[in-house]
Nanobody
Framework: QVQLVESGGGLVQPGGSLRLSCAASGISVRSNAMGWYRQAPGKQRALVARITRGTSTNYADSVKGRFTISRDYAKNTVVLQMNSLKPEDTAVYYC?????????WGQGTQVTVSS
């Protein structure tokens, strides 16, 4: 059974940083493309960052230069390091795994950027 569990969300002031983690079980983060998406109130879920089964990454234009996606192979975890956060980054952040059989989603973690 595949399970993705996000953690690390919270309330942060503009300009601050947060580190989101997605702990995977039932799949290897090394062997699958992994991504982070976010959904703000009233908006559709959108891609934030993605890492392929290799090491290629792509980012939404709005987060380029501020966010970094990476894998922690020892912990079978995907990490999203978020720096220079802005109020418009406020959303629920979801972890995604693209396997050959199906896509899987975590339950989401709330990120709120506010002074």
């Amino acid at each position: 059974q595949v399970q993705l569990v996000e953690s690390g969300g919270g309330l942060v002031q503009p300009g601050g940083s947060l580190r989101l983690s997605c702990a995977a079980s039932g799949i290897s983060v090394r062997s699958n493309a992994m991504g982070w998406y976010r959904q703000a109130p009233g908006k559709q879920r959108a891609l934030v960052a993605r890492i392929t089964r290799g090491t290629s990454t792509n980012y939404a234009d709005s987060v380029k230069g501020r966010f970094t996606i990476s894998r922690d192979y020892a912990k079978n975890t995907v990490v999203l390091q978020m720096n220079s956060l802005k109020p418009e980054d406020t959303a629920v952040y979801y972890c995604n795994a693209e396997t050959r059989g199906a896509d899987y989603w975590g339950q989401g973690t709330q990120v709120t950027v506010s002074s």
